[in-house]
């Protein structure tokens, strides 16, 4: 018989299987194991896994292969979850088309119609285009030969949402107004400006991503709660409509000598009509608007 003392240490195998590991993005948790958000994410442990608080890995792969796993809140007393789903999709810029057109400038005055006409409406904007789509969810898997009693685990693969569609262009300047007549001794006023051009209607939403996979696999025990969902994510909304154009600036009024334009009816000064001998004091002012 044996006189050397029994060795009663426990295998190392052993100690791994008593382990007890904290995953979080939580830093206040003690001895907490922080899991990375922008990267895939495995682990394999023989002893025992706890998800404190949320998870939450956009798009990537998370996967844990333990002897048990059960969940607590962190710190902030979030609840244990792990989130996989898909980014929204990137907003599209603003058109970078050619712009649209500005109205053409009014006509100018004539002695049938000695008044400037209109500025001509801008052109219309382009239509938004299509949205960005959503990002794909990431694959969620979890083998584990038990579960520890009340764990509760929400675990969430789904698409990401589309991006709004393209804002529309904006619609085009107006046109100047048209001058008004220059001629002795009448003139006309300037003609108003143009309307700006429509805005572009909105583009179409994105997309959403696709949703993943959650796999769970637990032969050896029930006693967790697992909440899964996996699908597909909302398409985006409607872009928003291009504002309106600016409208025109009115036209010049015409002028004779130093007088300009200033209203609808234009009184020509008595001295312009001291003329074939009459006095301007015997003169009377003459109306030369309508």
Do not use: W
């Not at 998370?62 to 710190?75: H, L, R």
């Not at 980014?87 to 000695?114: E, I």
């Not at 008004?180 to 051009?197: I, K, N, W, Y």
């Amino acid at each position: 018989m044996s006189t050397e003392p029994e060795d009663k240490r426990e295998p190392a195998g052993s100690r791994r299987r008593h382990s007890t590991t904290y995953l979080t993005q939580d830093q206040n948790v003690p001895s907490g194991t922080i899991v990375p958000p922008d990267a895939p994410y495995s682990i394999s442990d023989p002893g025992t896994v706890i998800i404190c608080g949320p998870l939450i890995l956009p798009g990537q792969n998370f996967s844990v292969e333990a002897g048990a796993i059960g969940t607590q809140p962190d710190t902030k007393g979030q609840a244990a979850a792990i989130n996989v789903n898909g980014t929204q999709g990137p907003l599209v810029p603003l058109v970078t088309t050619s712009p649209p057109t500005t109205g053409s400038t009014g006509s100018g005055g004539t002695f049938a119609n000695r008044h400037g006409g209109q500025g001509g409406q801008g052109g219309n904007g382009s239509p938004g285009g299509l949205g960005n789509p959503g990002g794909s969810g990431g694959n969620i898997t979890i083998h584990t030969a038990s579960v520890a009693p009340n764990t509760n685990l929400s675990l969430s693969a789904e698409g990401g949402t589309g991006s709004p569609g393209q804002q529309g262009q904006t619609g085009g300047q107006g046109g100047v107004g048209g001058k008004g007549l220059t001629a002795r001794p009448f003139c006309g006023r300037g003609g108003p400006g143009g309307t700006g051009g429509t805005g572009g209607t909105g583009g179409t939403g994105g997309s959403g991503g696709n949703g993943a996979t959650v796999n769970v696999s637990c032969p050896n025990g029930t006693a967790g709660s697992f909440h899964a969902s996996a699908k597909g994510g909302a398409g985006g909304p409607v872009g928003a409509g291009g504002p309106g154009g600016q409208p025109g600036s009115g036209g010049a009024g015409g002028y004779f000598g130093p007088f300009r334009h200033a209203s609808h009816c234009q009184v020509v000064p008595p001295a312009h009509m001291a003329i074939k001998g009459l006095r301007a004091s015997q003169v009377k002012p003459v109306r030369t608007g309508p």
